[in-house]
């Protein structure tokens, strides 16, 4: 399952596309997994749906979205809540 799942960061834009774009074309799977955690939701949001209208269009949508937050210790050694996001495409 871990194997198509994309994490978005800091990398460019379009290298997360084109992940998309690979992981259904090349690799044939049928269910992909964008995730990404604070700053990072917007951008894996923007990223989905590039991939579903524009690059696969009518090839892929959208089947869930899942919301979540991570706690962790961040390097001062407090308490942080992270909001997390899910979101699972799937071929036509």
Partial sequence: ???????????????????????????????????????????AVDIVEVATKRFLKDQIKVDSINIDSDEFQNKEGKDVRVSTIELVLVRL
């Fill in 1 to 43: 399952m871990e194997d198509n799942a994309i994490f978005v960061g800091e990398k460019p834009f379009m290298n997360y596309v084109t992940s998309i774009v690979v992981q259904f074309s090349t690799k044939n799977a049928d269910t992909v997994f964008v995730k990404a955690r604070g700053k990072f939701i917007s951008r």
